[in-house]
């Protein structure tokens, strides 16, 4: 396919109103579609502040670009190029969504879900055409994480990566391209891989959930962005990793249930920033305030890493 012109992304909860922003900046005629009315309206007001944050980092915009809000699911899909299906996380729900792509979306179009984890091929599983089927899995906040996962499915052809690597090179994203499915795919395989033994330490009483949080961050966080795994093996020294993780590896956690600290924890209902704490307690103005602080943050670091091109 040559160039992407029409989009429509369909969900517009968390995901939907950023990636379509980020579609828009890239002179991409978007269209958020919602079967909640309630949902599109939120969406209007997340638009504007995607945007906002895309004029921050200094984004290239590019002619030609909107966005537009719809109920009207075939109206949607109408001359699209590109589906980017931004729904809830249930098999049964995306594969009936899909069937409607198939239905209503021009034969063309690639039809793509934001998936954080179920197989493409079982999303695509009983439909007429899955070889024009992907995953493209975007990364929360997608206005701010410029990397996205491209995962095919068993019978995803080749003609659909390349459509899909070439929309994320339009809007100067980076394409991360799975040769297999796996569950999770790469991004929560790692983080969850991290979020274990973090919490295993926790749980061991190594060190508090502060500790812990000031070790990653000024510790491996602040020098993975820098220098990712495959490339810190080598300024440690193969040699030095193979003696180490020969002893260290059998010590790290397999814990293959869940962390006491995170079911004591959800069993209380304390989940977080949604219902005012979590494994930290927040005040009305924190709750107000990190998430705006977070996204500037991310801002300078993302501007930053760009600039320095290690
Ligand atoms: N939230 C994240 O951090 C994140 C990150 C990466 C990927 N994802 C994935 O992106 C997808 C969406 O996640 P989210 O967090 O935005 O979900 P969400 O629950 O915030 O939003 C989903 C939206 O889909 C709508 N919806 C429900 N049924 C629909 C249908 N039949 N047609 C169209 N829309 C429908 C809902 O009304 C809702 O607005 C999921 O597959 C999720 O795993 C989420």
Known sequence: MNGIERAAV??????GPGMGAVLERAGIEVRLFDVSKEALEKAEGMVPIARGVLDKLGTEKTDGGSI???DDLAAALADVDVVLEAAPEKLELKQQIFAEFEQHAPETAILSSNTSGIP???IAADLGHPERVIGMHWSNPPQLIPMIEVVPGERTDQATIDAAEGLIAKIGYHPSRLQKEVPGFVENRVLYAIMRECLALVDEGVIDAEGL????????GYKLAVIPPMQLLDVAGLDIYENVASYLNADISTESGVSETVTKLTGEGKLGLKTGGGLFSYSEEELA???KKRAAALVAVRKTLNEQAV
């Open 289 to 291: 305030e990190l998430p």
């Open 68 to 70: 537009s809000f719809h």
């Open 213 to 220: 949080d000031l070790n990653v961050k000024w510790g491996i």
């Open 10 to 15: 369909i969900g517009t909860g968390t995901m």
């Open 120 to 122: 493409i091929t079982k």
